[in-house]
Each structure stands twice: as C-alpha cells, then as structure tokens.
C-alpha cells in the first residue's frame, strides 16, 4: 500500500459523480489544473482513460462505469469508519425527509407513518413528493431521500433496494357494477369499459400481454397518469380500473374489487435510496419505520 495514494478514491469518486473536471475541481475546492493533475494519476493507476472527450463534454469508459458504483461505496464505507459514532436523539431530531411514491402508497401507508414518526421524533416531517417515472436521479442528487416501487433497469446500479411486500394487480369498480356479481371470465372482464394507467415502465401492461396471448384486448376508454385518478374514474363511473391490490388499498375504500381473471404475476414493491445515506441514522430509522408500517398492514 506504500505506493498507493487512498486520497484518490475520494477524488475519482466525485470525478465519476461529475462528468467533469471543472464541476469535480469545484466540489473538491481544487484548481482545475490541480484536478487535471488527479485525473492523470487515476488514468495511470487504474490503466484506463476513465473520462473521455465528447463534443464538449466528457463520457465515461466502460471501466468508469464498472468502477462507479463500486467506489462510491469504499468512499461511503471509509467515511463511516472515520466519522465518530453519534448516538440518535429521536426528541430532539429535527429534520425534513422527502418521500418519492405513488399516491395510492401515500394514502394507504402515509397516516400510520406519520402517526409512529411523530410519536417517536415529533420534530420531523415528512414530505411526500408524486412519483411520475422511475427516474433515480432524485436520489442521486438528494433531492429525494427515500423512494417505493418496482425496480426497473433504469434505476442506477448504486441504489439500494429493500423489499416491503408483495402485491397483485386487481379489478376495481364502483358498488353495483354489472361485473360486481356473476362468474368473472376473462370476456367478460376484457369486454368491460377500461381506464388505463399510462407510465414509463409500470408493469400494468403485463394485463394486456396475457389478454393478448387468449386473443382479448380490454375496451380502453381513457387513459390517466396515476392510480389515483384511475380509480376516482371508476368509483363515479361504469368504468373499469385495474389496480395493485395492497398499494392502493386506501384509495378503494367503499369499492368492489376482484380477482383478475387472467394468470398475472405477482410483484414486489421496494424501498430505494441512495448508499451516501445508508449509515446515516436517522436514515436507518425511518427505513425501519417503513419497513415495520408496510409489513404490518400486510
């Protein structure tokens, strides 16, 4: 280790971040020469150019990208091991934690949050923010500090995942609805007037796949952006929404719902953040309290 220089980690770490030599000199405090001067040693280090030009910007290499998310959390791990041990004073905590999710999640899971949060830590609030894609860079840049959904590919390889409960998609329909009585069959359910959630990346298609696979397709008569509206359609209408059964149980009250008549697999929805949080602990107390309200209500 004589001949190895641990300083760079930190500073290929914020390179990585960056894309760019002057952002990562900023960060850092540091000259942009001084920076240029890093960078060269990480090239020799590591045998690889790392960042290089595009147009006017830099891209990484393959290797920058293998190395990312792996240094990231050497950085995360020496930090911790550096930093002294605080002992979390829940009374006194004062602190704001922004919530990405879905608002059927909100509604079904939010009340019991906040009620433990503010029986535990009753200076901190929680701000739920709607959740329109699976975009990660909400965590990435902290704007975010916690995440629920389904992981998609299009999630940053760094982001940590933690599992809360399985759900199932299912009909939903007003009371007194046609298909709130008799034998449900997959005709009956396809030939029914539909309200379709429209999002980048929601697994509600895999319906339509497995409609497809018997020759049935469902009579679309709207499309929304949200469960949430979806299902306020379908409780002032004759209209259909299919919806993830437990994630949207607080928004279905007082609405009949029912098994889907098609083979469709179940799913997991997840807790995300970002490692710079992991060992943060007030952190790690508001994932557990996720984690203990979503399992309960399971």
Same mark, same amino acid.
């Given at each position: 280790?004589?001949?190895?220089?641990?300083?760079?980690?930190?500073?290929?770490?914020?390179?990585?971040?960056?894309?760019?030599?002057?952002? #990562?000199?900023?960060?850092?405090?540091?000259?942009?020469?001084?920076?240029?001067?890093?960078?060269?040693?990480?090239?020799? $280090?590591?045998?690889?150019?790392?960042?290089?030009?595009?147009?006017?910007?830099?891209?990484?290499?393959?290797?920058?990208?293998?190395?990312?998310?792996?240094?990231?959390?050497?950085?995360?791990?020496?930090?911790?091991?550096?930093?002294?041990?605080?002992?979390?004073?829940?009374?006194?905590?004062?602190?704001?934690?922004?919530?990405?999710?879905?608002?059927?999640?909100?509604?079904?899971?939010?009340?019991?949050?906040?009620?433990?949060?503010?029986?535990?830590?009753?200076?901190?609030?929680?701000?739920?923010? &709607?959740?329109?894609?699976?975009?990660? #860079?909400?965590?990435?840049?902290?704007?975010?500090?916690?995440?629920?959904?389904?992981? #998609?590919?299009?999630?940053?390889?760094?982001?940590? &995942?933690?599992?809360?409960?399985?759900?199932?998609?299912?009909?939903?329909?007003? /009371?007194?609805? /046609?298909?709130?009585?008799? /034998?449900?069959?997959?005709? !009956?359910?396809? #030939?029914?007037?539909?309200?379709?959630?429209? !999002? /980048?990346?929601?697994?509600?298609?895999?319906?339509?796949?497995?409609?497809?696979?018997?020759?049935?397709?469902?009579?679309?008569? &709207?499309?929304?952006?949200?469960?949430?509206?979806?299902?306020?359609? $379908?409780?002032?209408?004759?209209?259909?929404?299919?919806?993830?059964?437990?994630?949207?149980?607080?928004?279905?009250?007082?609405?009949?719902?029912?098994?889907?008549?098609? &083979?469709?697999?179940?799913?997991?929805?997840?807790?995300?953040?970002?490692?710079?949080?992991?060992?943060?602990? $007030?952190?790690?107390?508001?994932?557990?309290?996720? !984690?203990?309200?979503? !399992?309960?209500?399971?």
């Amino acid at each position: 280790m004589d001949n190895v220089d641990l300083n760079l980690l930190a500073t290929l770490d914020v390179l990585l971040d960056e894309g760019s030599v002057v952002g #990562a000199a900023k960060r850092l405090q540091l000259s942009a020469s001084a920076m240029s001067r890093a960078l060269a040693r990480l090239r020799e $280090a590591t045998g690889d150019p790392l960042l290089v030009r595009a147009g006017r910007g830099l891209v990484p290499t393959p290797r920058a990208l293998e190395l990312r998310g792996r240094v990231r959390q050497v950085v995360i791990d020496a930090e911790a091991v550096l930093r002294p041990a605080l002992k979390l004073d829940l009374q006194s905590l004062t602190r704001t934690f922004a919530i990405r999710s879905t608002e059927g999640f909100t509604e079904t899971f939010g009340p019991e949050l906040i009620a433990r949060v503010s029986a535990e830590a009753p200076l901190v609030q929680l701000s739920f923010l &709607a959740k329109q894609d699976k975009d990660s #860079a909400p965590l990435r840049d902290g704007r975010v500090d916690l995440e629920t959904g389904v992981i #998609a590919q299009a999630m940053g390889p760094e982001i940590r &995942a933690l599992g809360l409960f399985r759900d199932r998609f299912v009909g939903v329909v007003r /009371r007194g609805h /046609r298909l709130s009585k008799g /034998r449900m069959t997959p005709e !009956r359910y396809a #030939a029914a007037r539909h309200v379709v959630v429209e !999002r /980048r990346g929601l697994r509600a298609a895999m319906v339509d796949d497995v409609l497809e696979r018997k020759g049935l397709a469902r009579h679309v008569v &709207a499309t929304v952006g949200g469960f949430g509206p979806a299902i306020a359609l $379908a409780r002032n209408s004759d209209i259909v929404a299919t919806v993830p059964e437990k994630h949207t149980a607080g928004l279905c009250e007082g609405m009949h719902r029912f098994k889907l008549p098609v &083979a469709v697999d179940d799913f997991t929805i997840s807790l995300f953040w970002h490692p710079r949080l992991d060992a943060d602990p $007030a952190h790690r107390w508001l994932r557990s309290l996720v !984690r203990d309200v979503c !399992r309960s209500a399971g």
